[in-house]
């Protein structure tokens, strides 16, 4: 074992990573509390009497403990996070949203006493600005969506931050492979059924986690399950999928909130 020269300093570095680690694993402890008292959400059967010898399931992701359809994906990069040593006590966390994800981000930014800072466009609907304040978050508002992630960038850096980047690692903040994602949850929930693993499985994306999600664990449990992903008419993911080269969509965003980009989300997983 090696020690430090100076004793002094050296307690004293020691005593402050020891500080930061026990803040640390109870923050981690807080977030795996709160998942722990949580149920799952629902997997609905839907009638669809036009569609014979079709079973059809929606699955609910609005009934979590803040009605965000990102909650599961606010929890998982806020784990993320600590588990890389990226959130401090203290830190400020900033994030870029069109709200839902920032809704959630505020729940647990003030579970773990961190304030927190959504840039997102000025247009974001008022009930959204509502639950973020409601959290305890603060909204900071850019003119057009694109200009969100660079304001959220150099506010970050100003305020000594950190810039949780839902549409950089929401593809890898999951853990895909077995247990607490939706893809492991929807495959439990279906495995009473008829037909327990589906043929299909839709979903949107907005940053892509959530497709990531679906389609390695898919692939790593050998299913024989299509992925389909349903990308609202102004939004540039079907198009850079038939398209590489496009990486941008000119015009208005999306009418369906918090899926369909004007840019391809880096968390955007597209198999070659
Ligand atoms: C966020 C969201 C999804 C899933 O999007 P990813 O961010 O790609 O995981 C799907 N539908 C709606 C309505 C959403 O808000």
């Not at 994800?101 to 927190?116: C, G, I, K, N």
């Not at 037909?195 to 994306?205: F, Q």
């Not at 590489?244 to 198999?271: N, T, V």
């Amino acid at each position: 074992m090696s020690h430090p020269v100076d004793r002094t300093s050296g307690t004293m570095r020691a005593a402050e990573a020891s500080g930061g680690r026990a803040w640390s694993a109870r923050a981690v402890q807080l977030v795996k509390s709160e998942q722990n008292r949580s149920a799952d959400t629902h997997l609905l059967t839907v009638e669809a009497p036009g569609l014979q010898g079709i079973s059809l399931y929606l699955k609910d992701e609005s009934s979590h403990p803040t009605g965000s359809l990102k909650h599961r994906l606010a929890r998982s990069l806020f784990l993320y996070a600590l588990s890389n040593n990226w959130l401090r006590e203290g830190m400020t966390v900033v994030e870029a949203s069109s709200g839902s994800t920032a809704v959630s981000e505020a729940y647990f930014a003030r579970m773990l006493d961190l304030p927190f800072v959504a840039v997102m466009p000025r247009c974001t609907a008022s009930e959204k600005i509502e639950k973020i304040a409601f959290y305890g978050g603060k909204c900071h508002f850019v003119d057009e969506a694109g200009l969100a992630y660079g304001e959220a960038i150099r506010l970050a850096r100003e305020l000594g931050g950190h810039y949780m980047d839902q549409f950089t690692y929401a593809e890898r903040v999951t853990d895909w492979r077995s247990n607490n994602n939706i893809a492991h949850s929807i495959f439990e929930q279906l495995a009473c059924e008829a037909a327990p693993v589906p043929h299909w499985i839709v979903c949107g994306a907005g940053t892509g986690g959530t497709s990531a999600t679906l389609g390695r664990y898919v692939r790593c449990h050998g299913y024989g399950t299509q992925l389909c992903i349903a990308d609202p008419e102004r939004s540039v993911f079907h198009r850079h999928w038939q398209d590489r080269r496009i990486q941008h969509y000119e015009g208005p965003p999306s009418l369906i909130e918090g899926i369909g980009r004007a840019r391809p989300a880096a968390s955007f997983m597209i198999a070659t």
